[in-house]
């Protein structure tokens, strides 16, 4: 069976994600720092709350995310494991196919 991302609860969470986000964002304007991409999964899912589970006894989904001092967060991950977390991360996060990353990167920076 295909493996979904699921949201995290707050309350679990400590904080949502876009206090987490805003909080990032202010560091990175206040630093001069355009973007900073997260490659690590355990960040990814901190950052957004977001488990899933690709790999065995670990609660990560395997993902990459790109975080600019204002816009959206542009998260690079499998869309057929989007469905639980799409409506509720839709207004901080643009979801990119995983594989177009390289893409992404190549043309933008």
């Given at each position: 069976p295909q493996s979904q991302a699921f949201i995290h609860e707050?309350?679990?969470a400590g904080k949502s994600s876009i206090d987490?986000?805003?909080k990032?964002?202010?560091i990175l304007e206040s630093?001069?720092?355009d973007y900073y991409i997260l490659t690590s999964l355990d960040s990814i899912?901190?950052?957004l709350n977001i488990r899933g589970n690709d790999i065995l006894h670990t609660p990560l989904i395997f993902s990459f995310a790109i975080v600019s001092q204002s816009k959206k967060?542009?998260?690079f991950i499998d869309h057929?494991?989007?469905a639980n977390i799409k409506n509720k991360l839709d207004?901080?996060?643009n979801f990119q196919p995983f594989k177009n990353i390289k893409y992404f990167l190549k043309i933008r920076f």
């Open positions: 707050e309350k679990y987490k986000l805003h990032i964002q202010s630093s001069f720092i899912a901190w950052l967060i542009e998260l057929s494991k989007i207004n901080i996060v």
